[in-house]
Nanobody, 124 residues
Framework: VQLQASGGGLVQPGDSLRLSCAAS????????IGWFRQAPGKEREGVSC????????YYADSVKGRFTVFRDNSKKTTTLLMANLEPEDTAVYYCAVGRIMIDRLCTTSRADYWGQGTQVTVSS
């Protein structure tokens, strides 16, 4: 199983960014997908999760209204659209999958598989 995250970069406050995660070696339809982030000196945080059929989503309070998560099971991809970025959003972002309810996935980080991270830096 491989999860390949991409799309990170350096942006200014207020900018938008799109993160993508491509899965291989897995039947993605069976899994909830989560986006997590970890900033230096801080614990990993569940940012957004989406269930296997894309019928339900979860967002951390810190990103509600600014981030949107999508998935395309036919392409085995997930996308995290991040708008109105703030310096506090600076972190390494990870995608992960798990056969678990999305609220538990995002709040406990109990994923079955993790991708490598992609750095997002928000700075003026």
């Amino acid at each position: 199983v491989q999860l390949q995250a991409s799309g990170g970069g350096l942006v200014q406050p207020g900018d938008s960014l799109r993160l993508s995660c491509a899965a291989s070696g897995i039947i993605l339809d069976y899994y909830a997908i989560g986006w997590f982030r970890q900033a230096p000196g801080k614990e990993r945080e569940g940012v957004s999760c989406i269930d296997s059929t894309a019928s339900s989503t979860y967002y951390a309070d810190s990103v509600k209204g600014r981030f949107t998560v999508f998935r395309d099971n036919s392409k085995k991809t997930t996308t995290l659209l991040m708008a109105n970025l703030e310096p506090e959003d600076t972190a390494v972002y990870y995608c992960a999958v798990g056969r678990i309810m999305i609220d538990r996935l995002c709040t406990t980080s109990r994923a079955d598989y993790w991708g490598q991270g992609t750095q997002v830096t928000v700075s003026s």
